[in-house]
Every structure is written in structure tokens, then in C-alpha cells.
T-cell receptor, first 116, second 112 residues
Framework: AQSVTQPDIHITVSEGASLELRCNYS??????LFWYVQSPGQGLQLLLK??????LVQGIKGFEAEFKRSQSSFNLRKPSVHWSDAAEYFC??????????????FGTGTRLQVTL | DSGVTQTPKHLITATGQRVTLRCSPR?????VYWYQQSLDQGLQFLIQ???????AKGNILERFSAQQFPDLHSELNLSSLELGDSALYFC???????????FGEGSRLTVL
């Protein structure tokens, strides 16, 4: 069974500082990996995804993530955080499957607070 | 805007009652997924439909049921509601074989 661990429940960073959110996954084969962001009262918005190829993927809003197979990790990074980045961030894993996309399994989320 | 539409956005009801949540997927998406988000359980996968047929089932209670209609919209039916069913219910849809899910803004259910 696939699973995702986000070890940090809550992170606080200063505006302009760099950010790294950790994500570890468990899956028997090469997974699909995703980062989603949820602002209060909103749905989940896809930040970026990894399917195959280059292990460093770029997403929206200046975010990037690196897939490290040896560490079963897919950490999210941003070089300079903006106050508008305050939200909850979810890492998710899905299975590679022919036909339709499989369900995604989500981590418990990391709440990011940005101080001015 | 993800293109996934969920109604109603908010719903308040009493224990023992039944409610129906509705989801319209993005145009052209054949798969619909239902998730429940609560403070203690996080985001839990409930069920997936693909082109009208159930494709995968997760932690969905027997009191809950879903279906996907020929026009591809989906409904999640929750019956004999309990206080613990209070949560945000998300619908998502996907493009065949793409892997990523597009989420609606959710239906917030409060059971009193």
C-alpha cells in the first residue's frame, strides 16, 4: 500500500527566507508524486508533479521539488517565501496505471505560517 | 478555477438525516474521485468512478454511497448522519492516464 509522511505539522518562516517542506513516500514501484496547496476555505491547487525524467521539477508560484529515489523523498522548496504563500501544503503519491489515473494518497499536510 | 464544480458549498443538518452532495467534473474528464477532509483524519479517499463505473473504493462507510451518471456528474449520498461525519467533502476529476487530480472547492457539511 502506498503512504506519505509529512513530518512537519507546522512551519514558520520569515518573508524572504527560503523554505523546504519535507515529504517521504512509500510505494513499491516508481510513483507519481504531487504537491498541492490549500488556502483557507479553498480547494486543493496543484503546485507541481513528478511522473518521470528530470528529478528536479518546477511548479507554479516559484516552487520546485526534487525526487530522490534513494531517500524516498520529494521535498518542496522555494528560495524566497512571500506572505501569500501561507497555506497548508500536501504531498501526495499515486500509482502508475494504464487507463485512468489512480487515486492519490495524501500526507497529513504541513501548515506554513509566514511572518513579516 | 479548477473547472470542477461542487454543490452545495455549505450544508448544515441534523443527526440521522440524509444529504446529497453533487459534483460536476471538468469538461472531458471521465474519472471522479471523492475525498473527505476532517481535522482528525486528514484527507481520506472515499471512492472513484470512471465513466459511470466504480473503479476504486477507499474508506467509505456503508452509510455512504455514490454514483456517476451518464452525463458524468457524480453524487455522494450520506445517510444516517452522525456528528463525526462533519467534514469537508471534496470531489476531484482527472484526465485519463494523466495522474493529476483537479479538485473542486468542496462541500462543508456540519452535522448538529
Amino acid at each position: 500500500a502506498q503512504s506519505v509522511t509529512q513530518p512537519d505539522i507546522h512551519i514558520t518562516v520569515s518573508e524572504g527566507a527560503s523554505l523546504e517542506l519535507r515529504c517521504n513516500y512509500s510505494y513499491g514501484a516508481t510513483p507519481y508524486l504531487f504537491w498541492y496547496v490549500q488556502s483557507p476555505g479553498q480547494g486543493l491547487q496543484l503546485l507541481l508533479k513528478y511522473f518521470s525524467g528530470d528529478t528536479l521539477v518546477q511548479g507554479i508560484k516559484g516552487f520546485e521539488a526534487e525526487f530522490k529515489r534513494s531517500q524516498s523523498s520529494f521535498n518542496l522548496r522555494k528560495p524566497s517565501v512571500h506572505w501569500s504563500d501561507a497555506a497548508e501544503y500536501f504531498c501526495a503519491v499515486g500509482a502508475k496505471r494504464a487507463g485512468t489515473a489512480s487515486k492519490l494518497t495524501f500526507g497529513t499536510g504541513t501548515r506554513l505560517q509566514v511572518t513579516l | 478555477d479548477s473547472g470542477v464544480t461542487q454543490t452545495p458549498k455549505h450544508l448544515i443538518t441534523a443527526t440521522g438525516q440524509r444529504v446529497t452532495l453533487r459534483c460536476s467534473p471538468r469538461s472531458g474528464d471521465l474519472s471522479v474521485y471523492w475525498y473527505q477532509q476532517s481535522l482528525d483524519q486528514g484527507l481520506q479517499f472515499l471512492i472513484q468512478y470512471y465513466n459511470g463505473e466504480e473503479r476504486a473504493k477507499g474508506n467509505i462507510l456503508e452509510r455512504f454511497s455514490a454514483q456517476q451518471f451518464p452525463d458524468l456528474h457524480s453524487e455522494l449520498n450520506l445517510s444516517s448522519l452522525e456528528l463525526g461525519d462533519s467534514a469537508l467533502y471534496f470531489c476531484a476529476s482527472s484526465v485519463v492516464a494523466a495522474g493529476e487530480l483537479f479538485f473542486g472547492e468542496g462541500s462543508r457539511l456540519t452535522v448538529l
